[in-house]
């Protein structure tokens, strides 16, 4: 029903900077929430940010004052711009999408258990 595409990912040096983005093919859909989480080897899924249809953000600590959630509505694309990268954000990358009924917008935030999201794109931050 949904298709979720990541690209930007790669390899940077700590303090480095990176730009995910990820093209969403939700047809006609007006309230949703979108985001981004990720996994490391041998780790948990960890949310990372989030952002809903009325383009309120929501961030973990971890990306808190680092990391930019933002969307293009136009072009169906969100994005995730990444500052001062550590070794410890190094983890495989998802974009995720879930349709949310207006009322539960505020439910959007950087830790939502989303059912639908892309391959990922890998990122590795070296020391």
């Known amino acids: 029903q949904f298709q979720l595409m990541e690209s930007g990912g790669g390899s940077v040096q700590a303090g480095g900077s990176l730009k995910l983005s990820c093209v969403v093919s939700?047809?006609?859909?007006?309230?949703?929430?979108m985001g981004w989480f990720r996994q490391g080897p041998g780790k948990a899924r960890e949310g990372v940010a989030a952002?809903?249809?009325?383009?309120?953000?929501s961030y973990a600590p971890a990306a808190k004052d680092r990391f930019i959630v933002s969307q293009d509505k136009a072009k169906s694309t969100l994005y995730l711009q990444m500052n001062n990268l550590e070794p410890d954000d190094s983890a495989m990358y998802y974009c995720?999408?879930?349709?949310?009924?207006?009322?539960?917008?505020?439910?959007?935030?950087?830790?939502?258990?989303?059912?639908?999201y892309g391959p990922g794109t890998q990122v590795t931050v070296s020391s």
């Open positions: 952002i809903n249809s009325d383009d309120r953000a």
């Open positions: 995720a999408f879930e349709q949310l009924p207006p009322q539960l917008l505020p439910h959007c935030t950087a830790n939502y258990r989303y059912v639908h």
């Open positions: 939700k047809g006609a859909i007006s309230t949703y929430c």
